[in-house]
T-cell receptor
Framework: QQQVKQSPQSLIVQKGGISIINCAYE??????FPWYQQFPGKGPALLIA?????SEKKEGRFTISFNKSAKQFSLHIMDSQPGDSATYFC???????????FGQGTELSVKP | NAGVTQTPKFRVLKTGQSMTLLCAQD?????MYWYRQDPGMGLRLIHY???????AKGEVPDGYNVSRLKKQNFLLGLESAAPSQTSVYFC???????????????FGPGTRLTVT
């Protein structure tokens, strides 16, 4: 059973545009929502994360928006650059042994 | 610091063969994890460990076994490989703590396994 659903599966954005990736979760007990970035041939790496007691977190060009009532959260990449081309995964955690439940992933391509 | 390393990087197996994937971390992390990554499926947890000598099942444990004899190492075994186990395998680790900073998982570079 997929507890974290991510969309879209792939996304093409022009350089300078805004990339938006969405995730929805089912379990209201999740208490940590990270986004991981993965470049081809590499392992995922933490990009940005949010806790459910805040509605937005911004780090540079990357912003997480969190809607607790709708059980949704999204990643916004402002001024998207070709170097942002990667696969992005949302995830959620119950902090049971640090386990993360990942979404299906979004392959982002930023065209110059 | 090497972080999380995985051995081997690539492997081709025939159906029914066995093999062991090795994960090592030098960050003194308590928690370690094995995931598989398949197109359109994201990362799915196979097994994990919350400390030396302990292991637990994740979301897709069937066909795999693990061992954590030393804190820094986490081994993933395939006793009788099947084509359905063709995938990219990632190991990750995190430290035990009460703050949200401890939730971050550090991933290795992956092992690409093909079972023919």
């Amino acid at each position: 059973q997929q507890q974290v659903k991510q969309s879209p599966q792939s996304l093409i954005v022009q350089k300078g545009g805004i990339s938006i990736i969405n995730c929805a979760y089912e379990n209201t007990a999740f208490d940590y929502f990270p986004w991981y970035q993965q470049f081809p041939g590499k392992g995922p790496a933490l990009l940005i994360a949010i806790r459910p007691d805040v509605s937005e977190k911004k780090e540079g060009r990357f912003t997480i928006s969190f809607n607790k009532s709708a059980k949704q959260f999204s990643l916004h990449i402002m001024d998207s650059q070709p170097g942002d081309s990667a696969t992005y995964f949302c995830a959620a955690s119950l902090n049971q042994g640090g386990k993360l439940i990942f979404g299906q992933g979004t392959e982002l391509s930023v065209k110059p | 610091n090497a972080g999380v390393t995985q051995t081997p990087k690539f492997r081709v197996l025939k159906t029914g063969q066995s093999m062991t994937l090795l994960c090592a971390q030098d960050m003194n992390h308590e928690y370690m994890y094995w995931y598989r990554q398949d197109p359109g499926m994201g990362l799915r947890l196979i097994h994990y460990s919350v400390g030396e000598g302990t292991t637990a099942k994740g979301e897709v444990p069937d066909g795999y076994n693990v061992s954590r004899l030393k804190k820094q190492n986490f081994l993933l075994g395939l006793e009788s490989a099947a084509p359905s186990q063709t995938s990219v395998y990632f190991c990750a680790s995190s430290y035990e703590g009460e703050s949200y900073l401890s939730y971050e998982q550090y991933f290795g570079p992956g092992t690409r396994l093909t079972v023919t």
